[in-house]
């Protein structure tokens, strides 16, 4: 029952690497998502999903890329790693429609990435 | 834009204290309201949900009541345990929003024996 699965739970970048972060969800859910979380500032959308093919951008989308090649996968880019980066990364899905399952999202455990 | 304001935290209590986290929120329509957990070194769960106006959520303990005239989702527990020690978040889905969730800035709970 794995739901969803973030890695690496851990990075550390100097300024100017670029590295992608992994997310992937069992349940067969359209909508996906990326969030970061700073301290006081609770969790602010970088990147969302509705389908495979079909991302948008979110609160926070300056630095980042995404692509949604399938329903299963949603990886994260950072093209070039700021210190303004360092965050805890989460990772969302859920599926999309009418009815109280909508706007459930399921999160994974998170991915501390610190830039140098 | 759709916004939730929290009380910050921490907040510190004793086992079997009443717990209360307030959350007012600024949303046009009719939102859905969420409270979400984090425990120490977890991603965020789902605690209660509400869709509409005057409806109850609750769960382990937890209830809020979605408070139209108030703008306002508060959660409530009459005796907290040391393992709720976590953080909790305030969240709304917008009418307009599909599944897009707007987060407060989460409030830690310290239980202490």
């Known amino acids: 029952n794995a739901g969803v699965t973030q890695t690496p739970k851990f990075q550390v970048l100097k300024t100017g690497q670029s590295m992608t972060l992994q997310c992937a969800q069992d349940?067969?859910?359209?909508?996906m998502s990326w969030y970061r979380q700073d301290p006081g500032m609770g969790l602010r959308l970088i990147h969302y999903s509705v389908g495979a093919g079909i991302t948008d951008q979110g609160e926070v989308p300056n630095g980042y890329n995404v692509s949604r090649s399938t329903t299963e996968d949603f990886p994260l880019r950072l093209l070039s790693a700021a210190p303004s980066q360092t965050s805890v990364y989460f990772c969302?899905?859920?599926?999309?429609?009418?009815?109280?399952?909508?706007?459930?999202?399921?999160f994974g455990a998170g991915t501390r990435l610190s830039v140098l | 834009g759709d916004s939730v304001t929290q009380m910050e935290g921490p907040v510190t209590l004793s086992e079997e204290a009443f717990l209360t986290i307030n959350c007012t929120y600024t949303?046009?329509?009719?939102?859905?309201l969420f409270w979400y957990v984090q425990y120490p070194g977890e991603g965020l769960q789902l605690l209660l949900k509400a869709t509409k106006a005057d409806d109850k959520g609750s769960n382990k303990g937890f209830e809020a009541t979605y408070r139209k005239e108030t703008t306002s989702f508060h959660l409530e527990k009459g005796s907290v345990q040391v393992s709720d020690s976590a953080v909790y978040f305030c969240?709304?889905?917008?009418?307009?929003?599909?599944?897009?969730?707007?987060f407060g800035g989460g409030t830690r709970v310290l239980v202490k024996p």
């Open positions: 969302a899905s859920s599926s999309v429609g009418s009815g109280g399952a909508k706007n459930i999202q399921y």
């Open positions: 969240a709304l889905s917008g009418q307009a929003a599909g599944n897009k969730l707007t």
């Open positions: 349940m067969n859910h359209e909508y």
């Open positions: 949303a046009t329509g009719y939102p859905s």
